[in-house]
């Protein structure tokens, strides 16, 4: 799955000190109930985090219903 995402143009992976930064991630392999489980049976957890590119965010304009673009 990882590669898949990190190889698609509309991704970009998280820097390692972005991902240390980020409270949230741990939780996920710790307080998850899915988490929990791969931890009781001893298994593997991978951590990874991608972001949409900027450069697309940017170039999505939201217009309210009925109203046109400007030309």
Do not use: W, Y
């Not at 931890?39 to 990874?48: D, I, L, P």
């Not at 985090?49 to 309210?64: D, E, F, G, T, V």
């Amino acid at each position: 799955m990882r590669s898949c995402l990190e190889r698609h143009p509309m991704f970009e992976a998280l820097t390692q000190e972005e991902l240390d930064s980020d409270p949230v991630l741990e939780l996920l392999c710790n307080a998850t109930e899915e988490g929990q489980k791969v931890a009781r049976n001893g298994g593997q957890t991978f951590r990874a985090k991608l972001q949409s590119k900027q450069i697309i965010r940017a170039s999505i304009q939201l217009l309210p219903c009925g109203v046109k673009e400007k030309e």
